[in-house]
């Protein structure tokens, strides 16, 4: 309304010219005053737009933090008092250099100041050749290598990450006051290379004496994910690896690793990863492993919290609850430098308006002005210095942030602790208690002492020595914990007594606060520590100050060893597959046809006959189907045939032919070999799921042991299974009191019983008990360590004792001394080594004499409807009764003598009853097939119808002599008859009728 009213009263004064100027002025006066006073001072502030771009499908919690570092600048009116940033978001695709020039342009049209860029590398590359053609400040968060000498005068881009030349500078810093000699890099692409450009460059520096050395692989992912490097790594024996990858790979790597079994007592792993802070490491801080990183947030700080907090409560505001990824209260890397680059910014942004007015204003891809103010921005920023959520920031002369601070973490069983920390001026410093006591300081508190150590009889960690002489204190013991505790004191500087546990126990919470065993002998004060054969719970851990694992280990089966399979009848099938069999035939079929079509295709193939006619009117061709049968099974078979070929196209058809079975004979020969000499081994079990799904092989463990406790808590249904068995009605059958009675239960139920036990203890049985193996896996993981009370100040000196024993591989050596070597160790190992090859029984080949004999029975089966057969045919043509035929020729059979016999038919019959000794028989040539018959001076009834093996021959057929010889000599004929065959020319051919 006062707006309205002197905007009236203005318009009144150059309507109305008779009003006196005077009054007017009088009355405008006020007017003005109170324009000035009623108009907001917010009308009076400036906007300037800041833009960020994201990739689609990001982490949304880089988004917020932009947001929310926005808001924070524009409450605080100390920073930029006079301007308001406004917060421009837009998202492109990933790697989408169009879609990112297209967004960059339309950002510059709206005039904005600052562009900070996204996480991919191609289009934040892309941005910021158009940001610095327009001088406009490009802010990165990311990971960037760019050379010095590719940085100039025209750079407008700036990078919060530290810089990966002196990060590299900090891992190699690390390496060397870890004293590393021989290290595995594990890197997951070539920027790996620039990050440890450092450790790479050492070598060039190593002395003909130095013992430092590297192996490089890359982390390649496969079908079997990156498991295969990871096993060549495991088998390598390598225990120093360092792993260069992204945050988001960086979990299911270690998983797996574990998995390989690379996560164990004796590894160290240096992650390079500046946010392995934020990856969950629960699953591996109790198996002995090192795990050092560094970390530049420090969630301690309340500024940090604060932050956490708000962007939380953003997302619940949001609705965007199921992209939270904030563990555990930790901040990445990403967010933090995001949230500290629009600080940056704004700081460098007051101290230029402190000096010149600023202004935004709109450009266009397509001119050639650039933003007036961008150059002394640039200048402005590079002397910002303040500490953000990272730790200081400070920028070089060419835009990178050289000088950062780190903490360096390592992994205990409460998480992540910082045991010392990085600057790029002092450099590393290691605050972990060490041994030696500062010089006029207080001592060590375990130096000069003397402790009580209690234990349990249990090889090999503790047992009694073998010897004729008697024994006192420390010399009555020996085992794996006995050296271990000697080794410690030398560490530590400390004496030691042993004794062993009243009660025979290893301790268990009889009431609350109260134990029993070796643990309530700690608890009660009657010893110091316990060192045996202890695994670290949730329970103890609670209850007991445990030092990190000496020792790692897990539950896995105990069972009898693979024992050899019957041979199978038909083994002597095993070297070829089903489908190699099916295959051989087909091919054997079809080469069959093959020959038996080119054969008839050719001339070449067709032949005189062999009883030498001058001038034959027939030729004759041996491959009929059943010779091409017959020649290509004997080629297989490597046995060849009275077949031979002749035409150049069957000789190259069965050449291919005799090279296939050449082939396949060899690799037959040789597969035969292999598979009836190696044994098969019977596994009836390969795991716990094998076990559960099955009932004949009944399974338990020790009553009342952490492996029962570890499957009647565990909510996997297998192991739930497992144990709804062992707590069943078999319960006293399957459970035993200890693992000695769970061992021999093993040996004597021979195969029908197995038996969960620690994988430590397992491995000391097999390598003396030769009837026992473990199967499968470990079923969880966890570790053996030193129990002492709450409160003591001895938990970080034993964890520092036991690193050092880990790092300079004093605890792999004890392990192989009393593992392998000592009490019967290795004793499987010599019993191994035998040399010969075990001959073949009648087991193995029992399936070739079975084929022989069916073989045989079934040529007999032939044999017999052939002779049927023939002699029903035969007495068909001689008009003689079937029975009657079968007799004689069971008769003539039965003589077993003689090869030749005579042709009987109807016109010889007679003949045959005078001779008495003619078995010959003839067909008349009124009776032969029209299709056989040639041109002959004798008379039908003087004509032969010859056979060859029996067989009518086919049109081309060859007679046989030797038939007609015979049947010659042995028959009587008439004076004509002889002298009309004199007359005849054996050779001429018969003429069809």
């Avoid at 450790?199 to 890359?218: C, H, N, W, Y």
Wanted: charged share 20%; aromatic share 10%.
């Amino acid at each position: 309304a006062s707006h309205g009213w002197c905007w009236l009263v203005i318009r009144v004064r150059f309507v109305s010219q008779t009003t006196d100027r005077v009054v007017v002025m009088v009355i405008f006066f006020p007017c003005i005053v109170a324009l000035a006073i009623l108009v907001p001072a917010r009308a009076m502030v400036r906007q300037m737009t800041i833009a960020a771009i994201f990739d689609q499908g990001g982490d949304s919690k880089h988004e917020l933090a932009f947001a929310h570092a926005v808001q924070s600048i524009n409450r605080n009116r100390d920073i930029l008092p006079g301007v308001e940033l406004k917060a421009e978001i837009v998202h492109i695709p990933e790697d989408d250099s169009f879609a990112a020039e297209k967004k960059t342009c339309h950002l510059l049209e709206k005039g904005v100041v600052a562009i900070f860029g996204p996480v991919s590398k191609s289009s934040s590359e892309h941005i910021k050749s158009i940001t610095d053609n327009f001088e406009i400040p490009f802010i990165e968060t990311r990971w960037n290598y760019r050379p010095q000498k590719v940085i100039g005068t025209g750079d407008y881009a700036f990078n919060l990450h530290p810089d990966i030349t002196t990060l590299s500078k900090a891992y190699l810093d690390l390496i060397e006051a870890y004293h590393w000699k021989t290290i595995t890099i594990l890197y997951q692409d070539n920027d790996s290379m620039m990050t440890l450009k450092e450790i790479f460059s050492k070598t060039a520096t190593v002395g003909p004496m130095d013992e430092f050395r590297l192996v490089v692989k890359q982390l390649s992912q496969n079908e079997n994910g990156y498991r295969d490097v990871l096993k060549e790594i495991f088998i390598s024996e390598s225990n120093l690896i360092v792993i260069d990858c992204e945050k988001k790979i960086l979990e299911e790597v270690l998983r797996q690793c574990q998995q390989v079994g690379l996560i164990s007592q004796g590894y160290f792993f240096l992650l390079t990863s500046l946010d392995a802070h934020t990856v969950n490491l629960d699953d591996f801080k109790y198996g002995g492993t090192n795990f050092t990183a560094f970390r530049m947030i420090d969630v301690d700080k309340p500024e940090v919290q604060h932050v956490i907090y708000s962007i939380v409560e953003r997302m619940i505001k949001d609705k965007r609850m199921a992209n939270i990824n904030v563990p555990d209260g930790n901040l990445d890397t990403t967010t933090a430098l995001i949230y500290d680059s629009v600080h940056a910014f704004a700081l460098a942004l007051d101290d230029l308006s402190e000096v010149q007015q600023v202004y935004q204003r709109p450009l266009h891809c397509s001119g050639q002005e650039a933003w007036a103010h961008g150059n002394s921005l640039v200048n402005y920023m590079k002397m910002v210095e303040f500490v953000g959520l990272s730790g200081p920031i400070k920028f070089d002369t060419s835009g990178l942030r050289t000088q950062f601070s780190m903490d360096l973490m390592e992994l205990h069983l409460e998480g992540l602790v910082k045991v010392g920390s990085w600057n790029s001026l002092d450099r590393l410093s290691l605050s972990r208690v060490q041994k030696e006591a500062k010089e006029g300081g207080v001592t060590d508190p375990m130096a000069n002492k003397t402790f009580v150590i209690t234990a349990i009889l249990n090889p090999p960690y503790t047992m009694l020595v073998e010897s004729h002489e008697k024994l006192t204190g420390n010399a009555r013991f020996e085992g794996f914990a006995i050296d271990l505790a000697t080794e410690l004191s030398k560490v530590l500087g400390f004496n030691f007594t042993f004794k062993l546990v009243d009660d025979e126990k290893y301790g268990g919470e009889i009431s609350p606060g109260n134990w029993n065993g070796m643990l309530g002998e700690v608890m009660d004060g009657v010893a110091d520590f316990c060192i045996a054969d202890i695994s670290i719970t949730s329970a103890r851990a609670a209850a007991f100050s445990f030092s990190m694992p000496w020792l790692n280990l897990g539950i896995s089966i105990l069972y009898i060893q693979p024992r050899a399979a019957a041979p199978s009848m038909l083994a002597f099938l095993d070297p070829f597959s089903t489908d190699v069999y099916i295959y051989t035939l087909l091919v054997f079929v079809l080469v069959t046809l093959v020959i038996y079509v080119l054969a008839r295709f050719s001339p070449n193939q067709w032949e005189e006959p062999t009883n030498c006619i001058k001038e034959p009117e027939e030729y004759t061709n041996q491959y009929n189907f059943l010779n091409s049968f017959w020649f290509t099974l004997g080629a297989l078979m490597q046995q060849g045939s009275d077949v031979a070929p002749t035409a150049l196209c069957v000789r190259f058809a069965a050449g291919m032919w005799f090279f296939f079975a050449l082939i396949m004979i060899a690799s037959y020969t040789a597969n035969l070999a292999a598979f009836l000499t190696v044994e098969t081994l019977e596994r009836p079990i390969e795991s716990v799921e094998d076990l559960a799904k099955q009932d004949e092989i009944w399974y338990g463990a020790m009553e009342g042991g952490s492996t029962a406790g570890f499957f009647e808590k565990s909510n996997n249904d297998v192991y739930q299974r497992v144990w709804s068995f062992m707590s069943g009605v078999q319960r006293s059958e399957v459970m035993v009191p200890g693992n000695i009675e769970g061992v021999e239960k093993v040996e004597e139920s021979n195969g029908k019983y197995a038996f969960f036990m620690e994988s430590a203890s397992i491995e000391y049985l097999v390598e003396r008990r030769c009837k026992l193996s473990q199967v499968g896996g470990l079923l969880d993981s966890k570790g053996y360590g030193i129990a002492t009370r709450q409160g003591t100040p001895y938990k970080a000196l034993l964890d520092h004792a036991i690193l050092k024993l880990l790092e300079g591989g004093t605890l792999h050596k004890l392990k192989v001394k009393w593992w392998k070597q000592k009490r019967g160790g290795g004793a499987c190992d010599a019993k191994g080594g035998g040399g010969g090859v075990k001959p073949l029984g009648l087991e193995n080949v029992a399936g070739v004499f079975m084929v022989t004999m069916i073989g045989c029975a079934i040529a007999a089966v032939f044999a017999v409807l052939e002779f049927l057969y023939g002699t029903k045919q035969s007495a068909k043509d001689c008009g003689v009764s079937w029975a009657e035929e079968m007799n004689t020729e069971l008769k003539f059979i039965f003589q077993c003598h003689g090869n030749t016999r005579e042709l009987r038919g109807r016109d010889s019959e007679s003949a045959s009853n005078k001779s008495g000794n003619s078995h010959s028989s003839r067909l008349s040539l009124d009776e032969s097939p029209s299709y056989l018959r040639r041109k002959s001076n004798i008379s039908p009834a003087e004509s032969v119808y010859k056979t060859s093996f029996g067989m009518v021959e086919p049109t081309y057929g060859r007679t046989s002599e030797g038939s007609h010889k015979t049947s010659t000599s042995k028959s009587s004929r008439s004076g004509d008859d002889e002298e009309g065959n004199k007359n005849q020319n054996p050779f001429e051919t018969m003429e069809e009728e």
